[in-house]
């Protein structure tokens, strides 16, 4: 393979960044976190997947919410129907008209296209605008909103797949399960088997499986001049296996998620951020994409870190949260884990 040195190298430098970026914020260290003038004004994601703000959400209130059911087919519709639209206000303004949790007894994909209707006619956007989805009148129906909820009720209620993605025995076979109904494609496909993943209803290695999503294809252009035949996916596993060697020739001092590396689904993702990064770092690197579309915006509600227990991660946050407290001589971080008591890792 032959790499663009200088910009595979920032993938590299941008991932590291991004981790400093995080830790500053957790350490309550004000701003700017970085003395990297483009990621003090663009909008970026974590180099963690998981440590974004809808993932958050995602993970603490809709699969692991101790007063939710953690029956199989009511966490693969709440998982379903939150990542469909992946916005948080979305979620929360179901919930509020149906005056109670989401679940499978008050599902009514006719009654739920209303309710999304009217806070249309309010003025809201309901879909996320991290990327785009499917636009089809796959089921009939003239709003897209309409035909995702009737793909929900297919796939949930009346084909129960929750049984066939129990029965998975790869990764890659989930996604291949859940790329077979429309309006999915593969992108989309991936994403939901990651958040599937992210529950107690399947349990696999997130670097058995892997694909590129056009903004990973992007940026791995960018950063390859020759992939000497090797395909995204080869790219992205060969990132994920050879990180700690990259961060040790460039002598960049990368702050992991508490112990734990890049998964494949995070070097995806950081070939589109590095891909976003490049655009004001490198403007004449060919490019079908020539700016950087969302500004930075601090968010002031503080994050409750919490990632799936079976990471076994949880008690090392507290643990390494405390020590950084001690040694920064901070005496409390307001906001952090206050809501939510961290789960033990069994």
Not at 150 to 156: G, S
Not at 209 to 238: H, L, M, S
Not at 318 to 335: F, H, M, T, Y
Request: some cysteine; proline content about 4%.
């Amino acid at each position: 393979m032959q790499v663009r040195q200088e910009i595979f190298d920032t993938y590299w430098r941008f991932a590291t960044m991004r981790q400093e970026v995080f830790f500053n914020k957790i350490n309550n260290i004000p701003p700017p976190w970085t003395s990297d003038p483009i990621i003090n004004t663009y909008k970026f994601c974590n180099a963690y997947r998981a440590s974004d703000r809808v993932s958050q959400y995602l993970i603490k209130n809709v699969i692991y919410d101790k007063n939710r059911s953690r029956n199989e087919e009511e966490l693969i519709l709440r998982i379903l129907l939150f990542k469909i639209f992946n916005k948080v206000e979305t979620w929360e303004y179901l919930e509020s008209k149906i005056g109670d949790y989401i679940t499978l007894s008050n599902f009514d994909s006719n009654i739920y296209s209303d309710i999304l209707q009217e806070a249309m006619n309010l003025g809201y956007v309901i879909y996320t605008s991290a990327y785009m989805s499917c636009a089809s009148k796959e089921f009939g129906y003239d709003k897209k909103h309409q035909n995702h909820l009737a793909l929900i009720d297919k796939m949930v209620v009346q084909d129960r797949v929750v049984n066939r993605i129990v029965k998975a025995k790869k990764f890659e076979d989930v996604f291949q399960i859940i790329q077979e109904y429309p309006l999915l494609g593969k992108f989309m496909a991936y994403q939901l088997a990651t958040d599937i993943n992210y529950s107690e209803i399947i349990n696999f290695d997130e670097n058995s499986f892997t694909i590129a999503g056009p903004g990973a294809e992007r940026g791995i252009n960018k950063c390859f001049v020759d992939t000497d035949g090797k395909t995204y996916t080869d790219i992205i596993r060969w990132m994920t296996e050879n990180q700690e060697r990259e961060f040790q020739r460039l002598g960049l001092n990368f702050q992991s998620l508490w112990g734990r590396p890049l998964q494949a689904i995070d070097c995806q993702n950081l070939f589109c951020e590095t891909d976003k990064y490049c655009r004001s770092a490198f403007p004449d690197l060919k490019s079908n994409r020539k700016k950087i579309k969302s500004k930075f915006t601090s968010t002031p509600q503080p994050i409750d870190y919490f990632y799936p227990p079976k990471w076994c991660i949880n008690e090392k946050i507290k643990v390494n949260l405390s020590q950084r407290l001690s040694q920064l001589d901070i005496p409390n971080l307001p906001g952090l884990f206050h809501s939510k008591k961290l789960l033990e890792c069994v």
